[in-house]
């Protein structure tokens, strides 16, 4: 995968993401970590879409690390994945 390098490129990626989430959440039926997973996503989307330059909750982001702990023995892809997107968020929004 590329480097995401705008906020642009970031609403892409977290529209992929999303779509395996949710494929994830199919298969894992009430599983809240998917659940909080897809939360987050949504907040950093919007906030991305808002044009925002800072994420006020950026202290509770932790989909990155739900990622490794729920995701990466599904699906290894996606858990990465969502480990770019974590990390683009703290560049592109300073967290």
Same mark, same amino acid.
């Given at each position: 995968m590329t480097d995401i390098a705008t906020t642009d490129e970031l609403r892409r990626r977290i529209a992929? #993401?999303?779509a395996g989430v949710a494929t994830l959440s199919q298969r894992e039926p009430?599983?809240?970590w998917l659940t909080s997973i897809q939360r987050q996503l949504d907040y950093?989307?919007?906030a991305a879409r808002d044009g925002a330059?800072?994420?006020d909750? #950026?202290?509770?982001?932790?989909?990155g690390l739900l990622a490794s702990h729920h995701v990466d023995d599904l699906d290894p892809a996606l858990a990465a994945e969502l480990h770019a997107i974590s990390a683009a968020t703290r560049r592109l929004f300073g967290g």
């Open positions: 992929q #993401a999303m009430g599983n809240n950093v989307d919007g330059e800072r994420l909750r #950026a202290d509770e982001l932790n989909f």
